[in-house]
């Protein structure tokens, strides 16, 4: 299964933290792919909470809600939107090369919504990269390499010819799934025990 995750998604915090456990018990190997959600949702121009303060309080009371369901610490209203939500996706692609990107993730996450703190920028960014034992400066300037750049680009594509248009969002054989409610039946379908397919 695929697992499109855009850092700068609120709710993918809730995915991002559970993923791994629930993907195991569930027998499904699960390929995390980082990509730009705001390439697409301008493109699309679904602009979901800019502007919007009752609906931008309702997420916040729900995440808190799912959260707590998930066990999940959780402080909000976190820091958003994102100013540099193109190159917190450019670290995690980079690490998803290198084998340290879901953890790398998982740590933005954690910092981003348990610490308030942006992620792309300092000091959620070099504190993720050192609390990995990486060296910050070094591997910053390695995600803004053109290659990796053109790499976030392309998966933002392929994420888009998936039919992707939000994170979190789960592929499966072509069959998608948008939103971390629908974590489970993404993994009901991958291990083939959703209703729909009897």
């Known amino acids: 299964m ?4 855009s850092i700068g998604s609120t709710y993918s915090y809730l995915t991002v933290m559970r993923i791994a456990e629930a993907a ?9 792919r980082p990509f730009n ?3 697409i949702m301008v493109e699309q121009n679904n602009i979901p909470f800019k502007d919007k303060p009752v609906k931008t309080a309702y997420m916040w009371r729900d995440m808190e809600r799912r959260a707590a369901v998930h066990g999940l610490d959780l402080r909000v209203p ?12 450019a670290v995690a692609v980079l690490g998803m090369r290198e084998g340290w990107g879901e953890d790398y993730i998982r740590e933005t996450y954690r910092r981003w919504f348990v ?3 942006r992620p792309g920028e300092a000091p959620n ?13 070094e591997t910053q300037a390695r995600a803004r390499a053109p ?6 680009a392309a998966e933002t594509e392929e994420a888009k010819a998936a039919g992707v248009f939000g994170s979190p969002s789960f592929v499966v054989a072509g069959e998608l799934f948008w939103g971390d409610d629908r974590l489970e039946a993404a993994l009901d379908w991958a291990s083939g025990r959703h209703p729909a397919l009897s």
Do not use: H, K, M
Not at 78 to 89: I, R, T, V
Not at 147 to 152: K, P, Q, T, V, Y
């Open 2 to 5: 695929d697992f499109w995750v």
């Open 24 to 32: 195991g018990a569930a027998g499904v190997a699960v390929t995390w």
């Open 37 to 39: 959600v705001r390439a």
């Open 78 to 89: 976190a820091p958003y939107p994102l100013p540099d939500l193109p190159f917190a996706n």
């Open 115 to 117: 610490g308030g703190e």
């Open 125 to 137: 960014l070099p504190d993720s990269l050192a609390a990995l034992g990486l060296d910050p400066e």
């Open 147 to 152: 290659e990796i750049e053109a790499a976030l």
